[in-house]
């Protein structure tokens, strides 16, 4: 469903992703991990349009979308692909409910009466209905991530992407969203979803992928990644964020 | 010495007229000045070399040049650029919109680059066309940041407004001009002028100062 090819980035200088390759296939649940700085978030930034290869390619179900193209191409992307990110960025002057709406209302054109009855379904299932009119300032942490996944959701991706979306909660307030998070991948969800959380990858992940100063260095079953590691480097990552 | 206020009698429906000439200058030129504003920064910003450079170069000009200098280049090369005469006011408008436009822009390229930078993802990763983000997003988060420093730049226009007197515009500065000429009284009429200048700008203090904390209990 999205593959990286032989994918490539340099900022300047600076190579951060060496000879990238990765597919996604429907309905799996790709856990990416690794060390603070080694590319994660270039990474799944190229997945949607966020960073441009310096070579390789970028495909969406069999289509190339990396490099120069259409609006159009450009469009359906944003439309089957969304994304969480870890500071939530839920639009602060807009009301919940306005945060979830917007972009089906300008995006796929759907009346008020639709998006309103949708933000209010989205809201029931994440226990969140009280909060359509609040602003995201009167909210907790936990509270603002998930309906930053609401908003993402509203637009019927066929892709999420998060990007260490519980790393910047309060401890207290990671459960909330991982549990949103695993209900998403139980329903089928294709994500790939950059994390710590070693509960999440184990309950619900299909693969981890280990990246490592620009490359992957391994990838396989929660299980084999967390338990039977090949490479030094993977098990000391792992022993790091196991006891820490 | 400055005792001789009787012209007042005579002349204050020229300076009343001058005041409200004045205010339309200022209230105005801050409107197109936004607009052009917005227009330059969004240049400015652009990933498009050309347009960030032809921005980047007329705010540099406006900035480095003094704004009577540019009234008289609006006054001479208005009418030449257009083929026909411009009214005094509309040259005097024009001349202070150019100007501001340019403080303005780079009022809310700063205002811009303070928020976040999420913000533009998020909404680029929803599919937010590019020119709701900068209207319906970006825009109304920068302008809370910079209500401030547009109020200054108000406050800065009605000031300004003073030099296209130059221009026969009937502004607060003009009327002064007038009396000084007729009645041969100097600093009278002047001390009049400063006087109703900073009414103006004391009130409009006050009226952003309410803005402000308006907001500020909105956010
Ligand atoms: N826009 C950018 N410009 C220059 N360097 C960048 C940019 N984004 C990321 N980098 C660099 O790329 C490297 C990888 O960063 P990142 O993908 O954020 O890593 P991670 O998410 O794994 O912590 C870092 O060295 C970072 O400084
Ligand atoms: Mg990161």
Redo the contacts between chains.
Sequence with gaps: MLELRHVTKKFGNNTVLHDINLKVHNGEVVVIIGPSGSGKSTLIRHM???EQPTSGKVLFQDKIISGSISKKAQ?RV??N???V?Q?F?????FTVRQNIS??PR??KHLSKSQTDRQSTELLKEMDLENKADAYP?QLSGGQQQRI?II??LA?NPKVMLFDEPTSALDPEMVEEVLKSMKKLAKSGMTMVVVTHEMGFAQEVGSRVVFVDRGHILEQGTPDEIFHHAKHERTKNFISKILYT | MFSNYSFITEYWPLFMHGLVTTIELAVISIVLGLLLGIALAVMKMSKSNLLSLIAKTYIGFIRNTPLLVQIYIVYIGLPQLLGFSVNDFVTGIVALTLYSGAYIAEIIRSGIQSL?V??T?????????SY?ILL??IL??AF?NILPALGNQLIGNVKDSSLVSVLGITDIMFAAQTVRGSTALGLEPMIIASALYLVICLILNQILALFERRMRHD?
């Design positions: 949607n349009l966020l469009q944003h439309e692909i969304g994304m990110f500071h960025d839920l639009f602060p002057h917007y972009a300008v995006v300032d930053a908003r993402s637009m | 976040p999420g913000q993802e998020a909404a680029e990763s929803l599919g937010i066309p709701r319906n997003i109304p988060q809370k956010a």
